[in-house]
């Protein structure tokens, strides 16, 4: 299976504040790598797929990178709605796996 | 706007069956291109894809559930389910079930806490 470590966990950042999420692959998955936000008690939320295409709707503060084994999440200026968990998940090969999470916490 | 709504008992003892539906309002079931599955999350851990299923039926399960997994899909009633045999403490997890369009999942259900526990 294809391993996906993601760092930092956990993350403490401020309101206004450019934030990165890494994710790495223990192989390549060329830009098979999606993003995904997760909040207590609400439907997750799918923010990027193929390394860097923003979903409809998504906030533009949020972008991806990445191709190969390293690709990073940013969002450029936090929102108080954003303190949530994101994960990243690879569909390179099967079975489908994801990232431990990022918890992103108020400073 | 696509919804997913999980049903299913919250609980369930040791050495039985994990039983769970999705019901998809919003959009067809039988969309080609789509796929329909589960995933799962347990207490204090990350996400774990199960498997999924397209509408005429054609299944992909992780490997390490695939031996008691089943997911079926019902298109007259436009919903998908999970079976889950003989479960045991471990999985105890929030069970999501996802839209998977041709790539990520796109859509997803609040998700249904099942605890294993006798």
Same mark, same amino acid.
């Given at each position: 299976?294809?391993?996906?470590?993601?760092?930092?966990?956990?993350?403490?950042?401020?309101?206004?504040?450019?934030?990165?999420?890494?994710?790495?692959?223990?192989?390549?998955?060329?830009?098979?790598?999606?993003?995904?936000?997760?909040?207590?008690?609400?439907?997750?939320?799918?923010?990027?797929?193929?390394?860097?295409?923003?979903?409809?709707?998504?906030?533009?503060?949020?972008?991806?990178?990445?191709?190969?084994?390293?690709?990073?999440?940013?969002?450029?200026?936090?929102?108080?709605?954003?303190?949530?968990?994101?994960?990243?998940?690879?569909?390179?090969?099967?079975?489908?796996?994801?990232?431990?999470?990022?918890?992103?916490?108020?400073? | 706007?696509?919804?997913?709504?999980? /049903? *299913?008992?919250?609980?369930?003892? #040791? &050495?039985?069956?994990?039983?769970? @539906?999705?019901? +998809?309002?919003?959009?067809?079931?039988?969309?080609?291109?789509?796929?329909?599955?589960?995933?799962?999350?347990?207490?204090?851990?990350?996400?774990?894809?199960?498997?999924?299923?397209?509408? /005429? *039926?054609?299944?992909?399960?992780? #490997? &390490?559930?695939?031996?008691?997994? @089943?997911?079926? +899909?019902?298109?007259?009633?436009?919903?998908?389910?999970?079976?889950?045999?003989?479960?045991?403490?471990?999985?105890?997890?929030?069970?999501?079930?996802?839209?998977?369009?041709?790539?990520?999942?796109?859509?997803?259900?609040?998700?249904?806490?099942?605890?294993?526990?006798?």
């Amino acid at each position: 299976d294809i391993q996906m470590t993601q760092s930092p966990s956990p993350l403490s950042a401020s309101v206004g504040d450019r934030v990165t999420i890494t994710c790495r692959a223990s192989q390549s998955i060329s830009t098979y790598l999606n993003w995904y936000q997760l909040k207590p008690g609400k439907a997750p939320k799918l923010l990027i797929s193929a390394s860097s295409s923003l979903q409809s709707g998504v906030p533009s503060r949020f972008s991806g990178s990445g191709s190969g084994t390293d690709f990073t999440l940013t969002i450029s200026s936090l929102q108080p709605e954003d303190f949530a968990t994101y994960y990243c998940q690879q569909s390179y090969l099967s079975p489908i796996t994801f990232g431990q999470g990022t918890r992103l916490d108020i400073k | 706007q696509l919804r997913l709504q999980e /049903s *299913g008992p919250g609980l369930v003892k #040791p &050495s039985e069956t994990l039983s769970l @539906t999705c019901t +998809v309002s919003g959009a067809s079931i039988t969309s080609s291109g789509f796929y329909w599955g589960w995933i799962r999350q347990s207490p204090g851990k990350g996400l774990k894809w199960i498997g999924h299923i397209s509408y /005429s *039926g054609n299944t992909y399960y992780t #490997p &390490s559930l695939k031996s008691r997994v @089943t997911i079926s +899909v019902d298109t007259s009633k436009s919903r998908f389910s999970l079976r889950l045999t003989s479960v045991t403490a471990a999985d105890t997890a929030i069970y999501y079930c996802v839209r998977r369009a041709r790539d990520p999942f796109d859509y997803w259900g609040q998700g249904a806490l099942v605890t294993v526990s006798s």
